[in-house]
């Protein structure tokens, strides 16, 4: 065999050459390599982002819904942004196919949050359709959950139109979403012993009593610190007096003319030093609070003792609401004489919660005696 020696010429050439060749493969193997690993990517899209897997999805598709609500085929548009607010994917609409079978694949992860669609795909070729519900209320989406009556709700509608419904029994276990109406349309409540009716304000825990008519929420005081159920964690601060005295049947009264009762003046402190200037302008004080001061079938009765002890049949409507219904100024209903929208649970509202007169039940969530 004949060794040559190559001029340096020829040798830096052919190094060159060389070198140049390795870099080639040198970078494919890299990125061979990178591909093993590179599990996710996002593509960018005008006003948002979609997360897809390489290389698993070819096409994507995006329809937003027009209306709230609508889940027809005609309410929803194609768009080719991602969407900034308040979506929800569709699952019931939304799919995915692989190319050369059109079998729609359902259990395919999709999830919409924070102007991304996040799309949990493996399969090659994989085509995907999503669809964007604007997202419901909380409401809304209780009202898909109402129990009926053969569940355990007292009936609905009420056959006297004053709102008032048969409960003769206390609902101290399992968990109920009922329908009923008040003074400003249908309202809808908790019954039993719920534990999806939870909410923190602030330091404060309440639970979520019902939802008025008018969409608003109505809440009751559950401690502070950390969740109660029951007792004194329940309380305020201590316990209290309705009124100091009790030789007039005024004193039933939340507040006659401008003499306010003794608890009014506790929740009204408690409403200034804890809610006021953090919470206030969330707060809506037009749906009120009734102190149902009507008389009732005889000289030493009150309207609520009548529902309430002899016909066991509550009612969210609060008699005569012209002066019973306390309500702050710029109300459409009441008398729009409270200066803070805090107030009582009213007798009614603690018997359609899970309570019946005499009847002790502390297993409601409300843990009421009714007495």
């Known amino acids: ?62 329809y937003k819904q027009k209306n709230k609500g609508d889940t027809s085929d005609g309410n929803y548009e194609s768009i080719t942004d991602v969407p900034s607010g308040n979506y929800v994917v569709n699952t019931d609409k ?57 569940d355990g709700c007292p009936a609905y509608p009420d056959t006297d139109g004053d709102g008032s419904v048969s409960v003769t029994s206390v609902k101290s276990s399992g968990s109920l979403f009922c329908k009923g109406k008040d003074d400003f349309g249908d309202t809808y409540y908790f019954r039993g012993n719920p534990t999806n009716n939870w909410v923190k304000i602030g330091n404060f825990y309440w639970r979520i009593i019902r939802f008025n008519g008018n969409g608003s929420i109505r809440l009751i005081y559950s ?64 749906v009120g609070f009734c102190n149902d001061a009507d008389a009732g079938s005889s000289s030493i009765y009150f309207k609520p003792y009548d529902r309430i002890a002899t016909n066991k049949k509550p009612t969210f409507k609060c008699g005569t609401p012209t002066t019973n219904l306390f309500t702050t100024s710029g109300g459409t209903k009441g008398n729009q004489k409270l200066t803070n929208p805090i107030g009582l649970i009213t007798i009614d509202e603690a018997s359609f919660a899970g309570g019946a007169w005499s009847d002790n039940n502390f297993g409601s969530y409300t843990w009421t005696v009714l007495d």
């Open 1 to 62: 065999m004949k060794i040559e020696k190559l001029s340096n010429g020829r040798f830096i050439k052919t190094s060159i050459i060389v070198l140049i060749v390795i870099s080639i493969f040198g970078v494919i193997f890299i990125n061979r390599s990178k591909a093993k690993y590179r599990v996710t990517q996002s593509i960018q899209i005008v006003n948002g982002e979609v997360n897809y897997k390489v290389p698993d999805l070819n096409v994507l598709a995006l």
């Open 94 to 150: 939304s799919y995915c196919t692989i190319v050369g079978n059109d079998a729609q694949l359902k259990d395919i992860p999709m999830e919409y949050k924070d102007g991304r669609v996040s799309i949990s795909i493996n399969k090659k070729g994989t085509k995907c359709y999503v669809y964007l519900d604007i997202t419901p209320t909380l409401l809304e989406q209780l009202k898909e959950k109402v129990n009926s009556t053969s």
């Open 223 to 286: 401690g502070s610190g950390s969740a109660q159920t029951s007792g004194t964690g329940t309380q305020l601060s201590s316990t209290s007096k309705y009124n100091s005295s009790s030789n007039s049947a005024n004193y039933v009264k939340y507040m006659d003319g401008s003499a306010d009762s003794t608890i009014k003046g506790v929740l009204d402190s408690w409403y200034t030093t804890n809610l006021k200037s953090a919470y206030g302008s969330k707060m809506d004080g037009s």
